[in-house]
RNA sequence: GGUCCGAUAGCUCAGUCGGUAGAGCAAAUGGCUUUUAACCAUUGGGUCCCAGGUUCGAGUCCUGGUCGGAUCACCA
């Protein structure tokens, strides 16, 4: 199959061109003409998307799922290419073949550029390429998809209704974080290669540690569960890498990352789901301070590139990234519940139920309880409290990070604890790992580390509401059976097989 | 898991007091053929989420369930 150019992207002379031409208003007929003429010297170009408007007449737009472009197809002066190689089908078949086309079909058309009448580069189709047809119908297309359930379940009818919709809005940039689906996708992408570069440019490399593994831990949270039948063992999905990172440091790799899934057998919400995205990172000779540094730089730098912007819209509040304020767990709570009375005891429940909602532009939180912080370094001032930090966006944790806890002997009395608080019947309590403490045993450089939340940081690019918004496939209950469809044949089939056997 | 809200045509949505199931878009047929979401005419299209109940009669009221959304708890 021969190749053909992105509809949103025909050439640069198309672009020079649309720049003149004021959109709304029809241009004189000698600007027209003389355009034309620069046009038709280019030669024909080949593009191919799906039809993203009714079949009536002469014109349709064609979309690559972000940008569309007319073309024009006249009666008599086109053909049909085949599929088989053989000669082309004359005008009047290829016409019969333009008169059926659908509303979403996939074609390819070779022409040439011109400008229409209103204005609007358009392809002249000379030939027109059949390649695949759309058999269920296409969605609304001025209000697309709305239902929430059809969005997540079939997600490519979402994208298609995305690129499909008739834009009476402005263009993104006017229109602040109102983004199409397609939109959202593309600043997550944006968002995801933007952070690889800056990482990659402090001199971090990307390293990929199980996600199967033996025990659960390096976070608090409960686990999927799975089991190796070669092996015979029970492996769990991991709940976080940072166990196996910090191994790396041990192992003289001094600044690494994985930014990949983890899973957590949780409640699902709108800032949950069961496998999210994480970036971990770990820089050894650094401590907290130096962390919190480099992490605004990071996001900063990954916000910028991935909107163009400093300054978010999220939920009707104006975010500004371009300044982090610090602030203790304890000052937090005086200064959004100075009536509250804080001890040791309730120091965390306070600041959950009084300060995070509050904590609307970014915040770092820090000097955390030692107790909650079982693989982090105690502060040299005060042995209860952790060089420790969470950052705080719009009242959502989007990233906890430490000074790494290297002496081994102390993090075996930490996961000691951790035991005691499980035996009690906190099931989330961390599990032992004693070849990371074997590992600590030959010597871990100070470092600090850093997990950042990627679908919430993209939740507040995009001005999403939920996390299911910004993860193309997410996690919901199992859909009943589609009367009718191939798969509930296909169900029916495999029920059959069963009932035989 | 608790609480609240929702589910009607392929899509977006109306549906009054319990009394024949509606519109726009999409689809089909014909017309038009340089148009900018919605041209003109005609036509087809429904398990009103499911199962019970009340009633002469249920899309509508009641009970239970399914799926989704919001929220609380847990968590990142």
């Known amino acids: 199959m021969k190749a053909y150019a992105p509809v949103a992207d025909v050439s640069e002379e198309m672009a020079a061109v649309r720049a003149t031409l004021e959109p709304g208003t029809r241009p004189p007929a000698e600007i027209k003409d003389k355009l034309n ?23 349709v737009h064609l979309t690559d799922g972000r940008e569309k472009l007319q ?8 053909t049909l290419a085949r599929n088989d190689g053989e000669a082309d089908r004359e005008p009047d078949q290829a016409w019969e073949a333009w008169q059926i086309l659908d509303h979403g079909d996939l074609i390819g058309v070779e022409g040439y550029l011109f400008v229409t009448n209103t204005g609007e580069v358009s392809v002249h189709v000379e030939r027109l390429f059949f390649l695949s047809k759309a058999l269920s ?3 609304d297309k001025m209000h697309g998809i709305e239902d929430a359930e059809i969005k997540q379940r079939q997600r490519y009818l979402d994208l298609i209704a995305s690129s499909l919709q008739v834009k009476s809005e ?3 940039p006017e229109r602040g974080q109102n983004l199409t689906t397609r939109e959202v996708f593309e600043t997550r992408a944006k968002t995801i290669s933007s952070l690889r570069r800056f990482l990659e440019d402090d001199g971090y490399i990307e390293v990929e540690t199980p996600m199967l593994t033996p025990k659960a831990t390096g976070a608090a949270a409960k686990p999927f569960k799975t089991h190796h039948n070669a092996l015979d063992i029970d492996l769990y999905a991991r709940i976080a890498p940072e166990l196996y990172l910090k191994r790396l440091l041990v192992g003289g790799f001094e600044k690494v990352y994985e930014l990949n899934r983890n899973f957590r057998n949780e409640g699902i919400s709108h800032k949950h789901n069961p496998e999210f ?7 050894a000779y650094m401590d907290v301070n130096g962390m919190m540094d480099f992490c605004e730089r990071l996001i900063q730098e990954s916000v910028r590139r991935a909107t163009g912007d400093l300054t978010v819209t999220y939920e009707g509040n104006e975010i500004d990234l371009s300044k982090f304020e610090r602030i203790t767990m304890r000052d937090a709570i005086a200064k959004y519940a100075p009536s509250f009375d804080v001890d040791d005891a309730n120091l965390v429940e306070a600041f959950d139920t009084h300060v995070e909602a509050n904590l609307i532009q970014p915040t770092f939180i820090i000097d955390y309880p030692k107790s909650i912080s079982p693989l982090s370094k105690a502060s040299p001032e005060n042995p209860e409290i952790a060089e420790r ?7 959502m944790e989007v990233a906890n990070g430490f000074s790494e806890l290297n002496d081994p002997h102390e993090q075996l009395a930490r996961f000691k604890d951790q035991a005691e608080a499980r035996e009690r019947g906190d099931d989330e309590a961390m599990v032992l790992d004693e070849d990371y403490v074997r590992a600590l045993s030959y010597g871990m450089p100070p470092a600090a580390g850093i997990g950042i939340g990627i679908d919430r ?13 910004v993860i193309l496939f997410p996690h919901m209950r199992p859909e009943r059976p589609l009367e009718g469809s191939e798969a509930s044949r296909a169900a029916d089939h495999s029920d059959q097989m069963k009932d035989e056997s």
């Open 37 to 59: 003429e620069t046009l038709k010297a280019l030669g024909l170009v080949r593009i191919a998307g799906r039809i993203a408007t009714p079949i009536r007449g002469n014109f």
């Open 71 to 78: 073309i024009y197809a006249k009666k008599g002066q086109f």
């Open 137 to 139: 119908p296409m969605p």
């Open 170 to 172: 402005p263009p993104a």
């Open 277 to 283: 995205t994480m970036l971990e990172f770990y820089c």
């Open 389 to 395: 930090f969470e950052l705080f966006i719009n009242g």
């Open 457 to 469: 940081l993209v939740m507040l690019l995009t001005n999403k509401h939920s996390i299911r918004d």
